[in-house]
Structures are given as structure tokens and as C-alpha cells.
């Protein structure tokens, strides 16, 4: 890693430390620049406000979250397992305990702040779920009805998510038992399984 990309990645860290003590508003770049140690300068040469630090963590989430390989259909395998598997790698991924402190960290200030939150949302409509290629394959295939692949998507992962992404986002621990999955899938079958 080169010096400057060193410094960078140091800066970052320190406002994530910094953004999750003091919250956005408390957040100073001096303090940012501080905990980095390095200068006021330095710290401004790679990023020039406060707001662009948090834009550059507020990518790092959306790219951590989406850093799973698109997953492809497999004609020769039962897509319900294989869908099991790739939700769960997903659910692996955003539960991992730095990703979830920076959706703690960037959420809160989402909450705070709302052309903030239209810019990340719009961000984030971007990317693609991993697990989307999956469902588009699968819908290709004819091994589950054809509709638009980003929504079904997302009808999913928002059922998967409420059961082991938030209990672990504000609780720190997820008391879902993982047979629940299973029945995620189900209600996803039951309403996509050909006509």
C-alpha cells in the first residue's frame, strides 16, 4: 500500500471511530485529523469537508455490502438450496460485526438527515444484490415465474433481513433460530414457483 493511500485508509478509520463517538454533528476534522495523526492538511487533501468523509464511508458500506460475487444459476443443483446458500453467504456479509457498525454509524446520521438519505438511497439503487443474478437466471429458466428480478429481489432480502440483519443491528446478537430461513424461502416459493 502506498503512503498516501495509507493516509487515506487512516483517515477513514479515524472518522469512523470519531463519527461513532460523537455522532456527525460532534464530529470535528480536527479531532478526525488527530486520531489519524496526521494534519489538518493532509487530512483536507484527500478529503475536503466532513461531509465528503462521510459520502467516501458511506460508499465503503454500500460497496462492503454488495461485495458478495454475483451468484449464477445451477441447472444441475435444487434452486432452493442454492438460494439458501446464497443468502446465507449475504447474511454472512452484512453481519459482520464492521459492517454493521458502519450501517450503525451511517445510519444514524440517515436518520438525521434527509437529503442526506435521498442521496444515499439513490446511491445505493445503484448496485446490485449478488443474489439478484441468481434470481434472473432462475426466472430465465423458467424454474421460477418470470417478474422483474430487482424486485423479487428485494422482496426477499427484506424478509431476510428483518429476521437476521436487524436483531443483530440493534440488539448485537440475533436470537432468530436459523430454521427460519427455510420458511423465508417458502414464502418466496410459494408466491414465485410457476403459475
Known amino acids: 500500500m502506498k503512503r498516501t493511500e495509507k493516509k ?11 463519527f461513532r463517538e460523537q455522532g456527525f454533528l ?10 489519524a495523526q496526521v494534519s489538518s492538511r493532509t487530512l483536507y ?23 458478495m460475487e454475483p451468484v449464477p444459476y445451477d441447472a444441475d443443483r435444487d434452486f ?10 449475504y447474511v454472512d456479509v452484512i453481519t459482520e460485526e464492521t459492517a454493521i457498525g458502519l450501517n450503525r454509524m451511517v ?8 437529503e442526506r438519505s435521498q442521496k444515499f438511497f439513490t446511491e445505493s ?4 444484490y449478488p ?15 418470470k417478474a422483474d428480478p430487482g424486485f423479487a429481489t428485494n422482496q426477499l432480502l427484506v424478509l431476510v433481513k428483518g429476521f437476521f440483519f436487524w436483531p443483530e443491528f440493534f440488539l448485537g446478537e440475533n436470537p432468530t433460530p436459523k430454521g427460519v430461513m427455510d420458511e423465508c424461502i ?4 410459494a408466491f414465485y414457483q410457476g403459475d
Open 80 to 89: 432452493t438450496e442454492q438460494l439458501k446458500d446464497a443468502l446465507w453467504r
Open 45 to 67: 487533501n484527500h478529503f475536503e469537508s466532513k461531509e465528503a468523509l462521510f459520502e467516501a464511508i458511506s460508499e465503503i458500506m454500500i460497496e462492503r455490502n454488495n461485495c
Open 131 to 145: 443474489i439478484t443474478r441468481l434470481i434472473t437466471e432462475a426466472m430465465d429458466a423458467g424454474v421460477i415465474r
Open 8 to 18: 487515506r485508509k487512516d483517515i477513514i478509520d479515524a472518522a469512523i471511530e470519531e
Open 125 to 128: 439503487e445503484t448496485h446490485d
Open 186 to 189: 417458502a414464502m418466496f416459493m
Open 26 to 35: 460532534g464530529a470535528t476534522t480536527t479531532s478526525i485529523a488527530k486520531k
Open 107 to 114: 445510519l444514524s446520521e440517515l436518520i438525521r438527515d434527509l
